[in-house]
């Protein structure tokens, strides 16, 4: 999902998430809660039944071979169910971003020139994406299709191909490389992408590149949007509690080569503006012999669905314009229609990790609001109680803007999400994946950290994921800011990203 402002002039913003949160999240959220909590109660029960008995009759049991069965089943018993609910423990073992080579970077100034040669756009619409290009939040390093370094640009199915087959096995081959898994080894495979599906799928050009055995559990997710890496993550997930001893691999991509909008239809042009290449490739493990070199363990996935409302459906929309010409439309509506996904998303979320004292002033101000005052102000939680680390999906600046406000967060927890935006622009589903390569390469992150990352797609759809650090992470060799993270936090358009006491010895910074 990208947004700068509304093709409308209105200003993109989400609604205030003080005013209007839903009790049927509130329940949602203690459902999740009760169910993870179940199994441990009855694992509870059964010790202190099992104690209990050991403690008033070891001497009778001590003679009686009747009760010592007895003892010795319930244990068994309570043992076996407990082995047998408890879900697999799934571990991120690494994870690759592609880097384009140096050729396919597109600096503002190259793009603005484009835009201004390409023969289809009437002067109204280049001024307009100047516009964007101008707020966008992106900085002069962000790749573009070799398709779209032509004037004007010439797309084909060949070059789309070629672009996709360039991000996948580039992030594959590092993230092989980088964990000496033998891709015979994978047993499931996971790929998203959007708007390119091929015949055969992009998961069988993964399978047929790396030749993965006849036996993968391989799938393709498309038209899913820019959350389609966490839905991705999640159906790994899903798939690791079934199938023991397994490693899975999920790709996330998008294409940039066949999708680029050459009509004047405003709410179509964002897309032209700041979607950009990028792709990533990450290992997930049920093997309990992973855990010591893993990174992290997946925590929580939080799914939110609003495709049942109309207006959420058609919010980003795939279709043509008056003139024939294919392209992404972005309602008006979008940023509202986000600011519900959100709502609905962390209502759900915050049982799950918010500590015991601010869902009890989340609770009481909720009811005290439904049952004095509709004016009564609910408390927003303070989600940096639960987290350390925040990946909000680099939609557009606007989208980061947004959610740092509402959220209340720092500066610092959406800079990886800015800088993310400002060295390679939105890269779609991949672009969390970023964010996370720049906090480790900061150095941040520390054993027990949580890392909540979030991101918004078409449908319209809210996801997230919760990951925590199972020791203190380095950044994996080769990673997407090796040879940039010295010049990171910059100043972008808009502010600072990070107070300056984090930032190492830099440059000036540059000014866009």
């Known amino acids: 999902m990208a947004q700068a402002r509304s093709p409308a002039g209105q200003s993109g913003q989400l609604p205030d998430l003080s005013h209007s949160v839903k009790l049927e999240y509130v329940r949602l ?20 039944v099992a104690i209990e008995a050991l403690n008033t009759q070891w001497l009778d049991l001590a003679y009686d071979l009747v009760g010592v069965l007895v003892v010795f089943v319930v244990v068994v018993l309570g043992s076996t169910i407990y082995l047998m609910t408890r879900p697999r423990p799934v571990y991120l073992v690494d994870y690759a971003c592609h ?45 573009a299709p070799k398709a779209m370094h032509s004037v004007p640009p010439r797309p084909s199915m060949a070059l789309a191909r070629e672009e996709t087959e360039q991000v996948m096995f580039g992030a594959l081959d590092a993230l092989f490389e980088n964990t000496a898994v033998n891709p015979k080894d994978v047993g499931i495979l996971v ?12 998961s069988a050009m993964i399978v047929n590149r790396y030749k993965l055995r006849s036996t993968v559990r391989s799938f393709n997710l498309g038209g899913m949007g820019c959350s389609a890496g966490v839905i991705a993550v999640s159906l790994a997930s899903d798939l690791l509690q079934v199938h023991h001893a397994t490693y899975a691999v999920v790709v996330s991509t998008e294409n940039i080569t066949q999708n680029w909008y050459a009509g004047s239809r405003k709410s179509m042009l964002i897309a032209n503006c700041l979607f950009r290449i990028g792709g990533a490739a990450v290992l997930l493990s049920n093997r309990l012999a992973d855990r010591r070199r893993a990174k992290y363990r997946l925590v929580h996935v939080v799914r939110t669905h609003r495709g049942a409302d109309d207006k959420a459906y058609r919010c980003v929309y795939q279709e043509q314009d008056d003139d024939g010409n294919v392209g992404v439309s972005l309602s008006r509506d979008l940023m509202a229609i986000a600011g519900g996904a959100l709502k609905a998303n962390i209502t759900t979320l915050g049982p799950l990790v918010l500590p015991v004292s601010e869902q009890l002033l989340f609770l009481a101000k ?17 989600f940096k109680r639960a987290f350390d680390h ?27 999400s800015r800088m993310t935006l400002h060295r390679f622009g939105n890269t779609s589903s991949s672009s969390i994946w970023y964010e996370l390569a720049y906090i480790e390469a900061k150095g941040r992150m520390r054993k027990g950290h949580r890392v909540w990352q979030i991101a918004f797609g078409s449908g319209f759809k809210c996801n997230s994921a919760v990951w925590q650090a199972l020791r203190n992470v380095k950044p994996s060799p ?14 972008t358009s808009h502010r600072i990203a990070s107070p300056r006491q984090d930032a190492q010895p830099q440059p000036q910074p540059q000014q866009h």
């Not at 080579?101 to 484009?114: A, D, N, T, V």
């Not at 280049?126 to 290009?133: A, G, M, R, S, T």
């Not at 959610?403 to 959406?414: A, G, S, T, Y």
């Not at 080769?478 to 100043?491: A, L, M, N, S, T």
Request: a negative charge.
């Open 99 to 143: 880097v384009p080579p140096h050729e396919l970077q597109i600096p503002l100034q190259l793009l603005k020139e484009r835009c201004r040669k390409f023969s289809t756009f009437e002067e109204p619409t280049v001024e307009f994406q100047l516009k964007v290009i101008e707020r966008s939040g992106l900085g002069e390093e962000t790749y």
């Open 191 to 202: 790929v998203n992408c959007s708007l390119f599906n091929p015949v055969p799928s992009l």
């Open 366 to 382: 909720l009811v005290a609001k439904k049952l004095w005052s509709d004016k009564t102000k609910p408390h927003i939680p303070d």
């Open 390 to 416: 925040f990946c909000i999906h680099a939609g557009g600046r606007a989208v980061i803007d947004e959610l740092e406000k509402n959220l209340e967060l720092r500066p610092v927890d959406v800079e990886a």
């Open 478 to 491: 080769d990673g997407p800011w090796e040879d940039c993270i010295h010049r990171y936090p910059v100043q």
């Open 29 to 48: 959220g203690c459902r999740y809660l009760i169910n993870h909590i179940l199994t441990l109660l009855s694992i509870s029960l059964v010790a202190a």
